[in-house]
């Protein structure tokens, strides 16, 4: 059975047509239109488990940021490698990094900024997770350390991140 895919990866109106042909002849053509809203969006914290299902498949998502921000991206992969692109508002490549990597990136300009992940070979397909931590401005953090304090937490999926502050003086 055929099972054809498409990724609406801009906003706006798109409008499909099926013709089904049993070996003979076609049908009547069928329309569907599909309204898009926009890119999936990252906020601060935020852990996305997704997949590749399909040779030269690939997903873009968004998030906000200014220039000077200082955001720390998580990308891991199971069954390929999975590869980030990151683009700034104007279009320009920030960085590309494959899975199993946790790049700091200074953000160059304010505005939205698009997330292209896909296999690193782009035949590859499997299970990935994208996070987004913000560390310039601060996000909320889940604990402030003190001198002496120790603390036990738990990571319960890969790509998760666990941020803290503390106070230091030069």
Known sequence: AVNPTFVADVRGEYQA????NDGTRDSDPDFVTV????LPGLNCGDLLSRS???????????????TGDMVSLALVSSGFTARATVFAPSG???T???ANRQ??????????????VNANN????GDYSLGLECILPTAPVELA???GDLETRTIDAAGQQELFTFEGQT
């Open 17 to 20: 047509q099926l013709v089904v």
């Open 35 to 38: 309204k898009t809203e926009g």
């Open 52 to 66: 590749i299902d399909a040779a030269a498949q690939q997903e873009l998502f968004t998030f906000e940021g200014q």
């Open 92 to 94: 320009i490549e920030v």
């Open 96 to 98: 590309v990094f494959d």
């Open 103 to 116: 790049p700091e990136i200074t953000l160059p300009e304010s505005g939205t900024y698009t997330v292209q």
């Open 122 to 125: 782009l035949v590859g397909t």
């Open 145 to 147: 350390l003190s001198c």
